[in-house]
């Protein structure tokens, strides 16, 4: 039961999250992805073309032959600027494709590594928000929090690809599990692994070591799907699916954060500055340190 009632959870802090996106003031954030998807179109447009020259500057080096003895040298010498820029073109084309296929299957963890430092900070202020949690910015701990979170979706990615091997293979000898079956099982396994990512930047400041908020992620495995289903569903979108997923995930990661703190009340981390503040505040001194005695003791 609890299962459903996690994931009818997860699903609906997603409408409390764009509440709060656009009333607290954290719709900025949304810049983030718009900046990822124009580096990316450049980076995967300069990357294409310039294998492709490569490809066909070699291809075109390639046929100046030295000896011309053999009967086909002739040809390729006169033909090679047509050959190479067929090359060029090929070589253009099946990069495109495989960059396609590639960010299509494994889009979202790039996503995710990618914009971990955004997410975190993202996680942290929606904590502040919703308990007046205040953590002390630490450069180390930032970078650990960054590479924690690549680690874990390269840690999700890896799993995830081992499902769909075996999905694969399976469905050789279960026929049905090659068909829908098969991309509903992946499509929620995704979720899966989508979700615990999101999650675990709150599980991280909880100071959960990676093994206990997998343990956590597991115990609640309705909250992490209900999460991750979203930003699952966005990746599933042809055509726009990857340009959109990653405003989807700025969502996903405020929903993360708010579904945790009502599962587990947030406003009871120790390791808040807040938190380490109050009880300060609320330490009795003893008689002898008692702050009026001293100034009376003074004008005595």
Not at 16 to 45: D, E, Q, R, T, Y
Not at 56 to 72: P, Q
Not at 154 to 161: A, D, G, K, Q, S
Request: with cysteine; aromatic share 16%; proline share 3%.
């Amino acid at each position: 039961m609890s299962l459903f009632k996690n994931f009818g959870r997860g699903i609906g802090a997603y409408g409390k999250a764009l509440s709060m996106i656009f009333s607290k003031g954290l719709w900025w954030f949304f810049l983030f992805p718009i900046a990822l998807n124009v580096l990316m179109m450049i980076a995967s447009w300069l990357g294409i073309v310039s294998l492709a020259d490569a490809a066909e500057a070699w291809t075109n080096g390639a046929l100046k032959f030295e000896d011309d003895s053999f009967f086909l040298a002739e040809y390729l010498q006169s033909n090679s600027g047509f050959i190479s820029s067929a090359v060029g073109w090929a070589v253009w084309f099946i990069s495109k494709l495989l960059f396609f296929v590639l960010y299509g299957l494994f889009g979202g963890y790039i996503i995710i590594m990618l914009m971990s430092p955004v997410f975190a900070v993202l996680s942290e202020k929606t904590e502040g928000i919703l308990t007046g949690n205040k953590y002390p910015f630490n450069g180390d701990q930032m970078m650990r929090d960054v590479v924690r979170g690549i680690m874990i979706a390269f840690r999700n990615m890896f799993i995830e690809l081992g499902y769909m091997i075996v999905i694969f293979v399976l469905s050789f000898f279960i026929p049905i599990l090659g068909g829908v079956i098969g991309a509903v099982i992946l499509f929620f396994i995704a979720s899966y692994f989508y979700g615990f990512a999101f999650i675990d930047y709150t599980n991280e400041r909880r100071r959960l070591s990676l093994k206990q908020s997998v343990q956590f992620i597991r115990a609640n495995k309705g909250l992490a799907i209900g999460n991750g289903i979203v930003f699952a569903a966005a990746m599933f979108i042809p055509a726009c699916g990857t340009l959109i997923a990653g405003f989807v995930a700025i969502v996903s990661v405020v929903a993360a954060t708010i579904a945790t703190h009502e599962l587990v009340d947030l406003s009871n981390n120790p390791y808040s500055k807040v938190k380490e503040e109050e009880i300060i505040d609320n330490i009795e001194l003893p008689e002898d340190e008692n702050p009026k005695q001293i100034d009376d003791s003074k004008e005595d």
